[in-house]
């Protein structure tokens, strides 16, 4: 797995989910490497599950990170590597994807479509992944709008462990008591990161509009982030005992605040599914949430209300929390249809199953070709490619062996217009072999294929470890095999 960091977080959250169900009901080993600099807060939960934790940023340079990745990948013999979140892996997948290797799978969480966003990148590296896993139907619709293949693009649901997110398990009045809230007022939870994307801005006017309405309530916001402050200041300012806010606490101690709540209120900006409507739900908590990526796909109109963002969505979620607040029992069937849901279709069990599945797939199809299947539909990549080439060819078509070059860009041109000869030079040619061992033409820059093909083998250079060059005066003897093999 790489990973950026272990960090408190939804996406963590599930990486330690995954990890451990692919261990215990499917005989996985895992070995994790973190490319974030990072406090790694999650650190000892992951370490709990596997031995193999390696957090490069107290280990080494970041400059020594892909030669630390690609040599543990050929020592270890992995059967998958998963992307998770890791924008130093994408970058990576060049240099480290070889025919013959371990399958190589990524992971999407949320839709994001900024430049540099997991989803522009999934696509952009697509030709190197051996299939790309999202957490919502709607997020693989999007990937396929914007041109990904809808063949490797697949669903696997986040989900959550519904026998350990129980709040049958709790004393409530103890709870109650331990956090200052009456037994007769009712409880919405906040739990996320204090950012942007979960809009606790929002959420803080919301509850203002709501307590100036004359509800009773109080709201628990368990997290941090960058809007603490500013949350702070808010609460203090409008005098709003109401809001408690927590801090950054354990996945334990989250269990007892949506233990004893009624409502979960989430009005995020954007999300793929959010892991915490999976916790909530699970805890028989309703949801009152934004409707945004997949999270329609968990939350159904009988155990929840989702609300589409816009300039009215304050209002519509205060309309929403007054209503459902004045109606307890509207509030406690969704809470039983919400853990229904929950443990009829969005178990850990399967998600682990579905995971397992998807990688041994994705093993067992691998297609790479290394070397010609890897364009991209990022065009502002294809001038600098196409220069590469357009210099390397004229630096090769000197006088010198002229002829010889001509024949063998002539085979080289038969066999790219022959899918299944295309496919067997690809089986034979290994660019990343032919510039890691040739460090001099790694270095100027030239297009490893052609200059093999025209006057790299004269000079005894080998396009893969365990070619025979035999005769190396003639036309290249390995685009000659390739190209008379019938």
């Not at 499917?26 to 992951?46: K, L």
């Not at 892991?275 to 929840?304: H, I, K, N, R």
Request: hydrophobic share 40%; with cysteine; net charge neutral.
């Amino acid at each position: 797995m790489l990973a950026p960091h272990l960090e408190i977080g939804g996406a963590d959250k599930f990486n330690l989910d995954l990890i451990q169900r692919l261990q215990q009901d499917h005989g996985y080993e895992v070995s994790i490497i973190t490319t974030r600099s990072s406090p790694h807060r999650w650190r000892e939960q992951f370490e709990h599950l596997t031995p193999d934790v390696f957090i490069l940023h107290t280990l080494l340079p970041v400059e020594d990170y892909p030669q630390f990745i690609s040599n543990f990948i050929q020592t270890r013999k992995p059967d998958t590597v998963l992307i998770t979140n890791c924008r130093i892996g994408y970058q990576l997948l060049p240099l480290l994807r070889t025919a013959g290797g371990p399958s190589f799978v990524d992971y999407l969480h949320m839709e994001d479509w900024d430049h540099q966003s997991y989803p522009r990148l999934s696509l952009h590296y697509a030709s190197y992944l051996d299939g790309t896993i999202v957490s919502s139907g709607y997020l693989k619709q999007r990937l396929i709008e914007a041109g990904g293949n809808p063949n490797r693009i697949h669903v696997a649901t986040t989900n959550i462990d519904p026998q350990l997110w129980n709040s049958s398990d709790y004393d409530k009045p103890s709870i109650r008591a331990r956090y200052g809230v009456p037994e007769d007022v009712p409880v919405i939870a906040f739990v996320g990161r204090l950012c942007r994307q979960k809009q606790p801005d929002v959420m803080a006017n919301v509850l203002k509009t709501i307590r100036d309405r004359g509800l009773e309530f109080v709201c628990l916001v368990a997290g941090d982030g960058d809007y603490r402050p500013w949350l702070e200041k808010f609460v203090s300012k409008q005098r709003l005992p109401e809001i408690k806010l927590l801090g950054a606490i354990p996945s334990e101690q989250v269990r007892e605040i949506l233990a004893i709540s009624d409502l979960y209120f989430m009005p995020s900006e954007n999300e793929g599914i959010a892991l915490t409507l999976f916790e909530a739900m699970s805890m028989a908590v309703p949801a009152v949430a934004a409707d945004v990526g997949g999270q329609a796909e968990l939350v159904s109109a009988d155990c929840g209300i989702l609300i589409k963002p816009g300039p009215l969505q304050e209002v519509e979620y205060a309309d929403t929390l007054e209503r459902l607040l004045n109606d307890p029992d509207l509030r406690r069937s969704m809470a039983s249809r919400s853990r229904g849901r929950i443990c009829d279709r969005f178990t850990l069990e399967e998600m682990g199953n579905r995971m397992a599945q998807l990688f041994e797939c994705a093993a067992a199809n691998s297609t790479f070709e290394p070397g010609l299947a890897h364009t991209t539909p990022v065009t502002e990549e294809l001038p600098s490619r196409f220069s590469r080439f357009l210099t390397t060819t004229l630096l090769l078509l000197s006088p010198r062996n002229l002829g010889l070059k001509l024949r063998n860009l002539s085979l080289l041109g038969s066999i790219y217009f022959h899918p299944e000869k295309r496919r067997r030079l690809a089986a034979t040619f290994n660019a990343r072999y032919y510039l890691s061992h040739n460090p001099d033409l790694k270095a100027r820059g030239v297009a490893p294929l052609i200059h093999y093909a025209l006057q790299g083998y004269l000079e005894g250079r080998l396009p893969s470890p365990h070619f025979d060059p035999a005769d190396r005066f003639g036309v290249n003897p390995m685009l000659w095999r390739i190209y008379q093999r019938d």
